[in-house]
């Protein structure tokens, strides 16, 4: 199965780090030769491959992108070369679209269909210079992918008179409908993110409302919980209290009616 995403594909940091440490051209394009490690089977396309790879690296190094903008478009690059030349052979508009939808599945975070790897601003960069350095050529890419290549060459009377060409219809609105092609997926991940910030923020005022009701439920148990133990508390001091004066009433009886039997024993001992 094809992957989705391209981000370190071709290369990582550590071989980003080796490229950047190279002493001139040569000893980075030596270096992008054993990265890649092309075997087409030729070696003309194997230099080519190699070649395209080394270029946008360069224009990566000056336009000073990060580790995963230059690592992503490597592979877009190469895997639209791949693209190209594949059967059967795809014209420039079906080319120009495959690049498109590479750079757009890498220009939005909309996981899992797309991430954010480019900014708007670096998918114009890119596409300027691709158009200008890889789709201006891609007939010349075409042909020397293809072994065996049929060429029907037609003279035409006058000089003057150029060759049709295959080119993309309309440059300026291919890359117009790539900018809005980005915009409106932003604008999309955007709605989307939204609506989720939106629904989090609901779901948490559920959550703090149906927390606040339970501290209330329990605050007013433990309220009538504490309104019975004061109850209680008070309803034994008054039985004791009441016990404690019937126990006194009942001891001062008890000591009367002792004396009142004293008092008459006396008296029956002196009558007799």
Not at 108 to 127: D, E, G, H, M, N
Not at 179 to 195: C, T
Not at 226 to 247: H, N, S, Y
């Amino acid at each position: 199965m094809k992957e989705l995403f391209l981000l370190w594909r071709h290369v990582d940091r550590t071989g980003l780090a080796k490229l950047r440490g190279s002493e001139d051209a040569a000893a980075r394009r030596s270096t992008w030769k054993q990265l890649l490690k092309p075997s087409f089977g030729h070696a003309l396309v194997d230099e080519i491959y190699v070649d395209l790879a080394t270029n946008v690296f360069e224009f990566c190094a000056r336009s000073q992108f990060s580790d995963e903008v230059t690592s992503t478009l490597v592979s877009i690059a190469l895997d639209t070369l791949r693209f190209a030349h594949s059967q059967p052979v795809p014209g420039m508009k079906g080319t120009f679209d495959y690049f498109q939808q590479s750079l757009v599945r890498h220009s939005v975070q909309r996981p899992p269909f797309s991430i954010s790897v480019f900014s708007l601003a670096q998918v114009k960069l890119i596409t300027q210079y691709m158009v200008e350095n890889f789709f201006r050529h891609l007939k010349m890419y075409q042909f020397a992918f293809v072994v065996n290549k049929r060429l029907d060459l037609h003279v035409y009377r006058s000089v003057a008179e150029a060759v049709p060409v295959e080119t993309i219809h309309d440059l300026d609105d291919a890359v117009h409908e790539l900018d809005h092609a980005v915009e409106k997926a932003r604008l999309e991940a955007e709605a989307k993110a939204e609506q989720e910030r939106r629904e989090k923020e609901e779901e948490a005022k559920r959550q703090a409302e149906a927390e606040r009701a339970e501290r209330e439920r329990k605050e007013k148990l433990r309220a009538e919980q504490g309104d019975k133990a004061v109850i209680a508390a008070e309803l034994e001091r008054v039985q004791a209290e009441f016990e404690a004066k019937i126990k006194a009433q009942n001891d001062a009886f008890e000591a009367k009616l002792a004396a009142m039997e004293a008092k008459l024993a006396k008296k029956k001992s002196t009558s007799k």
